[in-house]
């Protein structure tokens, strides 16, 4: 026998006598399979954006504290305060943001930091949580250029 359900045939399509017939049948086994497939494409997607995630928190990281570290002192303002802006505007951008992200940006006057923990949740119940801590030296333009001319006259 065939399945065919409002002129859809779940199986093989032929003509007999001048007319379209179905044959095959949607198994057990392909429904079984079907389910499995899409039980599994469901956990990949959500693992996927899980790392997604994690990848766009990193980025935005190292973002603010490049952008602590050296626009900062070229602009002649706090480095730290220079990566907690960044952080900030960076944050707002997201969508959507994992569950219980909690940041600090900070950091002294030799280096800046910025550290995130969050967790992403799968379908309401099962969560992963990622911690990323980023880091930087504060850049001295000035100061690497003039030892760096004294090195090449000999000096120190």
Known sequence: GSFCTAGLCYGVLFMTDGKWK????LTVEASV???TLCIV???L???TLHVYQRAWYTA????????GSGKGVLKETDGVAMTREK????RESFYPGPDGLSAQAGGDEDKVRVQIQGNTVFWGTADVSFSLEKEMKILRPVTFVRKA???KDGGD
């Open 41 to 43: 494409a469901g956990i």
């Open 149 to 151: 001319a004294a090195w």
């Open 60 to 67: 935005a990281a190292c973002e603010s504290v490049l952008t």
């Open 33 to 35: 399979l079907f389910g």
């Open 87 to 90: 952080w900030e505007l960076l």
């Open 45 to 47: 997607i959500s693992l």
């Open 22 to 25: 179905c044959s095959g049948a």
